[in-house]
């Protein structure tokens, strides 16, 4: 089966398209909060510039794909497709919103570009993610989970979710308006248990969409339990908890 997809450039028509239309999920990408490191790219050789993780989210309706480069230039996922449980998945660079070039940031940083599972893939099975970045090309073999109720191409619930990546690091996924993503200012946790304290600005003057933000956390490895962990969010108008999956 193949159902490839382009990425809606502007996050507000994709938001716009999925309330019009049942709110049905395509691939996407947006940006992320990250932890910055010495500077890299794709197709740059350090010790972490090629990897690529990722994880299932929004209970088994979508993916994130976690890279290293510049924090404010997170890829774009551009198509998407699938033969059974494998999933095709191609990045590329933002694009700029004028004439020339984006500029970026020179930091070393994990990003997390989200996309939707195509239609047909089994969430609750094993999944692998065949993922071509510009020069590099790896293979993300992500855990299906039994508890997942989504199913792919079904409508979202807009509710937040998060599945670990890496030891200690997660992606966050939320909902809101595209032009003003989740700030974190404060992250703890061990055991079974973290927090993330968000900032709130009620001057912050914010679009009327709502879409998809990819938001790290990265506790450290060996800091908590990866198996059971509950997160809590506070701030931002994300009070809740969120059972993280992978």
């Known amino acids: 089966m193949e159902s490839p997809s382009r990425v809606i450039a ?3 028509s994709l938001a716009a398209v999925l309330l019009i239309a ?3 999920i395509g691939p996407g990408a947006t940006g992320s909060q990250a932890t ?4 890299s790219g794709p197709g740059q050789s350090t010790d972490d510039s090629d990897d690529v993780e990722g994880t299932l989210l929004d209970d088994g309706r979508m993916f994130a794909v976690v890279t290293w480069g510049s924090s404010t230039c997170v890829p774009q996922v551009d198509t998407v ?3 059974g ?3 095709s998945v191609t990045l590329v660079e933002p694009e700029s919103e004028g004439d020339g070039e984006k500029a970026c940031t020179a930091d070393l940083a994990s990003r997390a570009s989200i996309g939707a599972l195509p239609e047909g893939v089994d969430p609750t099975k094993d999944v692998t993610l065949q993922v071509t970045y510009g020069d590099v090309v790896d293979d993300v073999d992500l855990d299906g989970d039994p508890s997942f109720t989504g199913t792919p191409g079904s409508s979202t619930e807009y509710t937040p979710s998060a599945g670990w990546f890496d030891d200690g690091s997660l992606v966050l996924l939320t909902w809101g308006s595209s032009s003003c993503a989740p700030v974190v200012e404060n992250l703890e946790g061990s055991g079974a248990s973290g927090t993330a304290t968000f900032a709130t600005d009620d001057d912050q003057v914010c679009t009327m969409d709502m879409a998809p933000r990819a938001t790290i956390l990265e506790f450290g490895e060996d800091a908590v339990d990866d198996d059971a962990f509950t997160l809590t969010l506070v701030g931002g108008g994300l009070d809740g908890t969120v059972e993280v999956r992978g």
């Open 85 to 87: 449980q494998t999933v």
């Open 22 to 24: 049942g709110c049905t």
């Open 81 to 83: 497709s699938a033969e």
């Open 36 to 39: 910055s490191n010495p500077s």
């Open 10 to 12: 502007a996050l507000s």
